[in-house]
């Protein structure tokens, strides 16, 4: 059994990919888990149908909706903190000629 997340695979069941994990590019280069992957469905494994699904294609509300619609939303550039400093990124120009 895999348990994944952040772009790594990682077992469950004690195996030894359990310690460091597989990335997906590399799970799926291996050729033994791409066999495993075009394996059939065991019977005994039912699938939900769709129309039985309860969150996908189902609305979901946002709890900072209102205050994102209204403008009251504080966004990171909105904080200003006491003696704060300002800092500004400069570049130079980039030739449009390529």
Same mark, same amino acid.
């Given at each position: 059994?895999?348990?994944?997340?952040?772009?790594?695979? /990682?077992?469950?069941?004690?195996?030894?990919?359990?310690? #460091?994990?597989?990335?997906?590019?590399?799970?799926? /280069?291996?050729?033994? &888990?791409?066999?495993?992957?075009?394996? &059939? !469905?065991?019977?005994? =494994?039912?699938?939900?149908?769709?129309?039985?699904?309860?969150?996908?294609?189902?609305?979901?509300?946002?709890?900072?909706? /209102?205050? !994102?619609?209204? #403008?009251?939303?504080?966004?990171?550039?909105? =904080?200003?903190?006491? #003696?704060?400093?300002?800092?500004?990124?400069? /570049?130079?120009?980039?030739? &449009?000629?390529?």
């Amino acid at each position: 059994m895999l348990r994944c997340g952040t772009g790594v695979a /990682r077992s469950i069941s004690g195996s030894p990919a359990a310690k #460091g994990g597989v990335s997906y590019k590399d799970f799926a /280069r291996n050729a033994d &888990a791409t066999k495993t992957l075009e394996q &059939a !469905i065991p019977p005994d =494994v039912s699938l939900t149908p769709v129309r039985e699904w309860k969150a996908l294609g189902t609305p979901a509300s946002r709890p900072n909706g /209102r205050e !994102i619609v209204t #403008g009251e939303h504080k966004y990171p550039s909105d =904080v200003m903190r006491p #003696g704060m400093l300002y800092g500004k990124v400069l /570049r130079a120009p980039t030739s &449009a000629r390529n």
